[in-house]
């Protein structure tokens, strides 16, 4: 029968998933919503990239502001339809792909996460996989370039707005998720940050026009002009498929990951190349790393603005993120065997440490049981 399932069998296929953002340009602010600041695309994708355009140079060759990775195979034959469903500010919240490209773009203020539910075709017998993604709009983790030193700002005559509401593209928000079935994968834990009345798919409260407000400054980093990568490799795992679903997956190969890059492994990179300059202390978050194969998913809490004085300039505010950790700056562009070997290695190298660990806490036990044993003969 075409529907039985043939056991001992498992199927893989990569796949990319996560969002791209990027500031909006002077034309689409002028039609775009008030206060939205920022363009965003979430997607689900197959996870080879096609080849990169030819050049002679023997650079890789430059990314474009709104490249996306993935997309070398049509997983149409595998996959029905794919709903987003995005904040309930937006119209028509439930977005429905029937076919590829998977993705969905939109203008907005905020982060919030995305519910991404992937129906299968009927011939494979699948549940429906729910899965969840945190749009980022702001680069998180280590920068790029150093940040400029910010300008004193004079202070404010009486009764001006100095305290008011931050501008809407430094607030961060999360929908609710109660309730949502949550993907179990490796997400840096953080607290989800406070969502202001509207949502990120409203427009932004203005303040009253009697009361001045103060100019945003310019950005204090070279990322502040660059697209915000937060994507994440992972895999559809097709255990003991039905026979004529197994046919299906075998007419429709995956095309293999390069061998290694062919182009920029991350913006970092990138920029490193571009300029010549090579950050101090490279080796640094990321840096050791062959791979970042998954990027933030969940929210960070916004960093509280310090109130600029007359005296002093405002000091700097770390960006977000871990310490030592990969940022947004590190997100990869493609993904290539040579990175799926090295996180192989990491994962072995984890593993061995945890078994020799396990090892001496068992030596130990051994020991305490054997005094407690003898203890237990001298009290007897």
């Known amino acids: 029968m075409a529907t039985e399932r043939i056991r001992g069998i498992q199927v893989h296929r990569p796949i990319i998933y996560g969002s791209h953002a990027r500031l909006l340009t002077d034309e689409e602010r002028a039609t775009a919503p008030t206060g939205h600041t920022h363009r965003w695309t979430v997607f689900l994708t197959s996870a080879a990239s096609p080849p990169p355009p030819q050049s002679s140079s023997t650079m890789p060759p430059p990314v474009d502001i709104n490249y996306l990775p993935g997309g070398a195979d049509d997983l149409s034959y595998l996959i029905k339809r794919v709903t987003f469903r995005l904040h309930e500010t937006y119209a028509n919240a439930n977005r429905v792909c029937d076919k590829p490209p998977y993705r969905v773009s939109e203008t907005g203020w905020g982060e919030f996460v995305v519910q991404i539910k992937v129906n299968f075709v009927p011939e ?81 409260a203005e303040p009253p026009a009697d009361v001045p407000v103060r100019a945003a400054p310019p950005p204090v980093s070279i990322a502040a002009s660059l697209p915000v990568h937060a994507w994440q490799y992972d895999e559809l795992v097709f255990s003991d498929p039905p026979s004529n679903f197994l046919e299906l997956l075998n007419e429709h190969p995956a095309t293999p990951l390069p061998p290694r890059n ?119």
């Open 124 to 204: 494979s017998a699948e549940k429906t996989l729910a899965l969840q993604h945190g749009i980022k709009l702001h680069h998180w983790g280590e920068l790029i370039d150093e940040p400029a030193p910010a300008a004193a700002v004079p202070a404010a005559p009486a009764g001006t707005a100095e305290d008011a509401a931050p501008a809407g593209n430094d607030v961060k928000m999360e929908v609710d998720e109660a309730g949502a079935d949550k993907e179990a994968q490796e997400t840096a834990a953080t607290t989800p940050a406070t969502t202001p009345a509207g949502g990120p798919g409203a427009d932004a």
């Open 262 to 380: 062919r182009r920029a492994r991350d913006q970092r990179e990138e920029h490193e190349l571009k300029t010549g300059k090579k950050r101090k202390g490279a080796g640094g978050a990321g840096r050791g790393r062959t791979s970042v194969s998954r990027a933030p998913t969940e929210m960070e809490p916004p960093t509280p603005a310090t109130p600029a004085t007359p005296t002093a300039p405002a000091p700097t505010v770390p960006p977000p993120g871990i310490l030592g950790e990969p940022g947004s700056a590190d997100v990869p562009l493609e993904y290539s065997v040579e990175m799926e070997k090295g996180e192989w290695n990491r994962l072995n190298d984890v593993r061995i440490s945890i078994v020799e660990q396990m090892d001496r806490w068992r030596e130990r036990l051994i020991i305490k049981e054997k005094e407690l044993a003898k203890l237990k003969e001298e009290l007897a």
